[in-house]
T-cell receptor, first 112, second 113 residues
């Protein structure tokens, strides 16, 4: 069974630029999560989807971050414009009906 | 608001030693607790999941315990090996019961040959 796929694996951008990350969850997993992990900290949930609907986006900085999951499968997370403090690893996870979450390898973002 | 704390932040031990990682949480109304492993540049791998009705869960050389009343969990690693070097994270479900996880900051373990 293929795991959660994410791309790109690494991205370096300058502040005020925009960036997008892509996630392909495990086939059949209705729930998809985006977490932000700043160096030295545990992951923090940014947004959670159930199929193509948003369940929780309470910690998503909506002035600069957006996410979508239009067909209830793949998802993209966008940052526009990026700030230095957005430097982090962005982890995507998926689960079957809110059970055990399976994590992708993450995208490491560096904002200079 | 649920908060999860892990102590110590980093730990270095010689190969073969038994060790304990600690996790504490502020809200004891949890229905499970999970331990993850994270290797550098990689995602998270689930190691053990303890349901609230359980007190222990074992997998190979790993044993996790849960004491809900005191808000604590421990991960015991027996006979540590250099391959155990990684960051270990504990996580509990958020209070909204949507599947969201609240993570501790992790303990980075180095096992020296």
């Amino acid at each position: 069974e293929a795991g959660v796929a994410q791309s790109p694996r690494y991205k370096i951008i300058e502040k005020r630029q925009s960036v997008a990350f892509w996630c392909n969850p495990i086939s059949g997993h209705a729930t998809l999560y985006w977490y932000q992990q700043i160096l030295g900290q545990g992951p923090k949930l940014l947004i959670q989807f159930q199929n193509n609907g948003v369940v929780d986006d309470s910690q998503l900085p909506k002035d600069r971050f957006s996410a979508e999951r239009l067909k209830g499968v793949d998802s993209t997370l966008k940052i526009q414009p990026a700030k230095l403090e957005d430097s982090a690893v962005y982890l995507c996870a998926s689960s079957l009906e809110g059970r055990v979450q399976y994590f992708g390898p993450g995208t490491r973002l560096t904002v200079t | 608001k649920q908060e999860v704390t892990q102590i110590p932040a980093a730990l270095s031990v010689p190969e073969g030693e038994n060790l304990v990682l600690n996790c504490s949480f502020t809200d004891s109304a949890i229905y499970n607790l999970q331990w993850f492993r994270q290797d550098p540049g990689k995602g998270l791998t689930s190691l053990l999941l303890i349901q609230s009705s359980q007190r222990e869960q074992t997998s190979g050389r790993l044993n996790a315990s849960l004491d809900k009343s005191s808000g604590r969990s421990t991960l015991y690693i027996a006979a540590s090996q250099p391959g155990d070097s990684a960051t270990y994270l504990c996580a509990v479900p958020g209070s909204s019961n949507t599947g969201k996880l609240i993570f501790g900051q992790g303990t980075t373990l180095q096992v020296k040959p």
